[in-house]
């Protein structure tokens, strides 16, 4: 007798018990607002009049004001510090995509004395974490003269963005047909001109990933703003913040609005490349 293979019946979403829908549901409405709890939080409390924060009452909009935010942009250096990261998150974000892009098109279309050590080198690169880089890093910022200098920090932001996105970018190129570039020099393009005018617009949601990774790196981070820029003048808001923290004290009502008007921003790239997000970072998991 032969074998009789049995699948089990995958339910549908409208055949769902109803238990199970209120037991789904009940699950994300706790973890969205286990999720929200924070930034309401730190927004309420940037509301707060100075020194409201030590108020143990749940009065949260009793004395609401904007005093906060005014004391943010007038009696501190925050607006040259949103100009710094605004200035260094936008050529690390420009110029990281273009080398990513460049860099995973290469590896992905043409095969080259050195391709197995860039490989390699995009891998091992992600192995290390920032904090065993800063010291080298450092070294070599000192000697070319580069530290306090907004080169100086875009450059050391490019070493971790650019392998990560190189190696995502790779993975979309491998799912386009290499039968458009074909076609694209069949007419008359150059590699380049191919990879520009064909290739890079059907690439649109990896770079958008790239762009969105590219900005985050550079807009959020400390570890290397902190230590590679400690001058008044060239501090990033990620660093800037650490003004407001001494060592027995910390004035949590300029904290938490810097915080938020750090947070707009961020918000703002990501609506603008939400859409594309899940398309690029699932690139390369299968291939045409």
């Not at 995502?168 to 001109?193: N, T, V």
């Not at 690439?203 to 230590?227: D, I, N």
């Not at 001058?231 to 990033?236: S, Y």
Request: with cysteine; hydrophobic share 55%; glycine share 8%.
């Amino acid at each position: 007798m032969s074998a009789v293979t049995t699948r089990r019946r995958v339910r549908g979403r409208d055949e769902r018990s109803l238990a199970g829908s209120v037991l789904l549901h009940g699950t994300l409405i706790v973890a969205s607002l286990i999720s929200l709890f924070p930034i309401v939080w730190l927004v309420l409390t940037s509301l707060k009049p100075r020194d409201g924060w030590l108020s143990t009452e749940l009065k949260f909009f009793d004395g609401a004001s904007l005093d906060n935010y005014t004391r943010v942009l007038t009696e501190t250096q925050f607006p040259s510090w949103l100009l710094n990261s605004v200035i260094i998150a936008g050529l690390t974000t420009v110029i990281g995509v273009f080398l990513a892009s460049t860099t995973g098109y290469a590896i992905s279309r043409f095969r080259f004395p050195g391709y197995r050590g860039i490989m390699w080198m995009l891998l091992v690169t992600q192995m290390f974490p920032v904090a065993i880089l800063i010291v080298p890093l450092y070294n070599l910022m000192a000697g070319l003269g580069l530290l306090n200098q907004i080169p100086g920090l875009v450059i050391a932001y490019m070493t971790v963005a650019v392998p990560f996105c190189a190696w995502m970018m790779k993975g979309y190129f491998d799912s386009i047909p290499r039968e458009i570039d074909q076609a694209g020099m069949i007419d008359g393009l150059s590699p380049f001109g191919t990879f520009w005018r064909v290739i890079l617009p059907l690439a649109r949601p990896s770079l958008a990933v790239t762009a969105f990774y590219s900005f985050m790196t550079a807009w959020g981070e400390v570890a290397y703003a902190t230590v590679f820029m400690t001058g008044d003048d060239t501090r990033t808001l990620a660093a800037g913040l650490q003004q407001f923290v001494g060592q027995y004290w910390a004035d949590w009502g300029l904290l938490t609005a810097a915080a938020v008007l750090i947070a707009v921003p961020a918000a703002v790239v990501f609506l603008l490349v939400q859409r594309n997000l899940v398309a690029g970072l699932t690139a390369g998991a299968t291939k045409l």
